[in-house]
T-cell receptor
Framework: GAVVSQHPSWVICKSGTSVKIECRSL??????MFWYRQFPKQSLMLMAT?????????EQGVEKDKFLINHASLTLSTLTVTSAHPEDSSFYIC????????????FGPGTRLTVL | AQKITQTQPGMFVQEKEAVTLDCTYD???????LFWYKQPSSGEMIFLIY??????QNATEGRYSLNFQKARKSANLVISASQLGDSAMYFC?????????????FGKGITLSVRP
């Protein structure tokens, strides 16, 4: 299946700063990537669907101006958390959908964000 | 709307024994796919097994099998010969519209602990 990387794997930042998280599809050209958020011991919540060359589609309740998504190439999507606050602290995971077989999603290793 | 229900509390199993993790789903669509993912403490989501709504046979992947009962809308995961490395959180997920770019809806997950 597709191999997905994320960078950084963890980040600590001060309140009010912006943080960029990269999601790369290493062996597969992904026209679509997904961004999820997960709080401890909870399920994954889809934040947005990232489409290469076009605007991301955000889920209801997700602030577009706070969580900026850019899918500039077939192998890279970025999530920028702007003006981060402690409540943004979470585990952020991206995935790509492989358009073969079961069309299953393959996930990156995740990025743990802590906002102080 | 689609819904995945995982209601079991934390599950415990003795090493080398089999364990069943329950999942029920709700959808009005006829075409859908069901997935199970494993999330160890490292956070990475690992795809385990897939069952399509039109598949007549239960899916199997090594030690994993899916007990699919369509009329009851259940898709339970059976892990045979449990290993210590199976200790993790397990998520059941559903995708409606098996075309590309379709979203996954996740259950809240079940924590499995394998005892030596």
């Amino acid at each position: 299946g597709a191999v997905v990387s994320q960078h950084p794997s963890w980040v600590i930042c001060k309140s009010g700063t912006s943080v960029k998280i990269e999601c790369r599809s290493l062996d597969f050209q992904a026209t679509t990537m997904f961004w999820y958020r997960q709080f401890p011991k909870q399920s994954l919540m889809l934040m947005a669907t990232s489409n290469e060359g076009s605007k991301a589609t955000y889920e209801q309740g997700v602030e577009k101006d706070k969580f900026l998504i850019n899918h500039a190439s077939l192998t890279l999507s970025t999530l920028t958390v702007t003006s981060a606050h402690p409540e943004d602290s979470s585990f952020y995971i991206c995935s790509v959908e492989e358009l073969a077989g079961y069309n299953e999603q393959f996930f990156g290793p995740g990025t743990r964000l802590t906002v102080l | 709307a689609q819904k995945i229900t995982q209601t079991q509390p934390g599950m415990f199993v003795q090493e080398k024994e089999a364990v069943t993790l329950d999942c029920t789903y709700d959808t009005s669509d006829q075409s859908y796919g069901l997935f199970w993912y494993k999330q160890p403490s490292s956070g990475e989501m690992i795809f385990l097994i897939y069952q399509g709504s039109y598949d007549e046979q239960n899916a199997t992947e090594g030690r994993y099998s899916l007990n699919f009962q369509k009329a009851r809308k259940s898709a339970n995961l059976v892990i045979s010969a449990s290993q210590l490395g199976d200790s993790a959180m397990y998520f059941c997920a559903m995708r409606v519209n098996t075309g590309a770019n379709s979203k996954l809806t996740f259950g809240k997950g079940i924590t499995l602990s394998v005892r030596p």
